[in-house]
């Protein structure tokens, strides 16, 4: 792989929308991913996620919008955009009548890798999905954790730039998820990965970007930095041993959200500028016996709520679907 | 690429006991049907040898079992065809077809021939059941041929039908119970029609497939079935491309 294609531009999506009737199952979502990243596609069960990945492969029509893998358009030349393409789905494709080798033989032909390199690029996937003397065992006879591997293997067989995995470390046990994740974090290097999942430290720990959805709409689309802010940006925790009454720390704090961990911990959620500077004044002014100052990281959890409330208060509150919590 | 999807349908189909088993009844059925129209054959063999222009051999041994043939993939190419698709939306193993670098069309084919070549491998057993009368007699190839001919065209369009069915339902049981009443439909069409002038007679397919047992092929009867396969093949074809924009 040389440098230029380091940052070439793999999958660009373009106000994807997908309707069922009257209903909207995805809404004018677009994301654009370069060589080497991976993006964390995050979202509540019936958030779209799948639908979205659908319709990144080719699996799915969009109903509008525009999907281009490695600049080529996947509706005017599906062929040659889908070669270019690996795809896990949520249930892996594998027929369990086929012994592991069988099958990734035939997802490699499918896939039109040519027949002297075909044995090099089965037992290639096999070694990196840990599947080295699964060879010869039938898959149906498989574990699920084993399965799952299989799922990833056909879909990097053909070494494609783009790779598409639906929540691919549901099942597997903790062991396992470590292994998938390092797994993925490895492709990223050289591919585009986009992978989905509801496990939120998981986006952390594999991912470049994030993107989060909610309602088949996208409700936040940054770096995995631009997270951590957005995160940080939120709150203080402040700790005080002689503490007044919570409205005195909003009131010091420019009337910011105060909220009581416990008797002697707050959270301060400042409505628009920095309060620390003001905070500490008080404090010393007035004997609050300030003992702990410090940006409360929100977890991702409720970034993740709040992002996904705020939607709820909006216009479409009343049509109820599940809740994110 | 076709090939690969040929090579996974007949991997499939002979990994399943099934396929064996319809080998297996119809062997059976075909090689009692065999023996009994041998046996006929020898005890009136004197009184034919008088008669002139009397049936022969292939006439009264050979064409019976392509008759019988037909009327047994009659009953089992629905159970051949229903898990075409039918089980692979089910196991949700379409998917790494759909998201493969193949064509509709190609996916299609591919299915198709994969039950064509193995309706043809039970053509190649009559024919060779009829090979072996070789040592005692006489055989009428022309005849034999327009039988095998006739008969995978049938079983062709039984193939199409059964293949587009599939691509109509999730549940292999339904395409199966589907495909088994639009082959009645076809082959009884003729007999519930009582004007001999009737248009119904020009669909059925048994009415067609008579004059290839009786070793003519009549371009009318060969146009039918060629639209026939192929217009179930596009059928299919356009349904599952519609289901990518429907879902």
Same mark, same amino acid.
């Given at each position: ?21 009257? &209903?909207? @199952? ?34 799915? @029509? ?44 035939? @997802? ?147 009337? @910011? ?13 400042? &409505? ?45 509150? &009343? ?7 | ?6 090579? %996974? ?47 022969? *051999? ?37 998917? $790494? *077809? ?12 591919? %299915? ?12 190649? $057993? ?9 040592? !005692? !007699? %006489? ?12 008969? $995978? ?9 059964? *293949? ?35 248009? $119904? ?20 009867? *060969? ?25």
């Amino acid at each position: 792989m040389t440098n230029t294609a380091i940052s070439e531009l793999t999958v660009s999506a373009q106000s994807l929308t997908r309707s069922y009737g009257a &209903n909207r @199952a995805v809404r004018d979502v677009s994301l654009e991913l370069r060589r080497g990243e991976v993006l964390g596609l995050l979202g509540p069960n019936g958030a779209g996620k799948t639908t979205t990945m659908q319709m990144l492969t080719g699996n799915l @029509a969009p109903s509008s919008g525009q999907v281009r893998i490695c600049g080529i358009d996947l509706i005017d030349r599906p062929i040659q955009a889908k070669s270019r393409i690996g795809y896990l789905p949520e249930v892996p494709p594998l027929y369990k009548e086929l012994k592991v080798d069988e099958y990734l033989r035939l @997802a490699g032909r499918l896939h039109k890798v040519k027949k002297p390199a075909l044995q090099q690029a089965v037992e290639r996937a096999r070694q990196r999905c840990g599947l080295s003397d699964m060879g010869k065992r039938l898959i149906g006879s498989l574990s699920k954790g084993y399965q799952q591997r299989v799922g990833i293997a056909q879909a990097i067989i053909h070494d494609p730039d783009v790779i598409i995995l639906d929540e691919p470390t549901i099942g597997l046990d903790p062991n396992q998820i470590r292994e998938i994740r390092t797994l993925i974090r490895d492709l990223g290097r050289d591919h585009s990965v986009i992978l989905s999942t509801h496990i939120l430290p998981e986006v952390e720990a594999v991912c470049d970007r994030v993107q989060i959805l909610h309602r088949g709409e996208v409700v936040f689309y940054d770096t995995i930095g631009g997270l951590k802010q957005f995160r940080g940006g939120q709150a203080l925790q402040i700790g005080l041993r002689n503490p007044p009454p919570r409205e005195d720390i909003a009131r010091a704090a420019d009337g @910011a959200e105060v909220e009581a961990i416990n008797a002697n911990l707050f959270r301060v959620r400042p &409505n628009g500028g920095d309060p620390t500077e003001a905070l500490v004044r008080a404090s010393v002014e007035r004997g609050w016996g300030l003992y702990q100052l410090q940006p409360a990281l929100a977890s991702l959890e409720e970034v993740f709520v709040q992002l996904t409330q705020k939607e709820e208060d909006g216009p479409g509150a &009343n049509t109820s679907v599940e809740s994110a919590s | 690429m076709i090939r690969t999807i040929i090579g %996974k349908e007949l991997r499939s189909l002979f990994t399943s006991p099934l396929a064996w088993v319809v080998l297996a009844f119809l062997q059976i059925i075909l090689g009692w049907i065999f023996l009994t129209r041998v046996d006929y054959f020898l005890t009136v063999q004197a009184q034919l040898a008088r008669v002139p222009n009397a049936p022969g *051999l292939t006439e009264i041994v050979v064409v019976p079992l392509f008759g019988i043939a037909s009327i047994v993939l009659l009953m089992s190419v629905p159970l051949l065809t229903m898990r075409l698709v039918a089980e692979e939306r089910r196991n949700q193993t379409m998917t $790494l *077809l759909i998201s493969a670098p193949l064509s509709m069309t190609q996916i299609v084919l591919g %299915k198709y021939f994969a039950t064509v070549i193995f309706l043809a491998l039970v053509g190649g $057993l009559i024919v060779l059941m009829g090979l072996s009368l070789l040592p !005692g !007699g %006489k055989l009428d190839a022309g005849l034999i041929a327009t039988n095998l001919v006739g008969l $995978l065209l049938l079983t062709g369009s039984f193939a199409a039908i059964g *293949l587009f069915v599939s691509c109509l339902t999730t549940h292999p049981v339904v395409a199966a119970v589907g495909t088994l009443a639009a082959f009645l439909v076809l082959w009884l069409i003729n007999i519930a029609t009582s004007d001999p002038a009737s248009p $119904l007679h020009l669909l059925s397919l048994l009415k067609h497939f008579e004059s290839f047992i009786n070793g003519s092929i009549a371009v009318t009867d *060969l146009i039918y079935f060629v639209l026939l396969i192929a217009v179930f093949l596009i059928l299919s074809i356009r349904r599952l491309d519609a289901d990518r924009l429907r879902a």
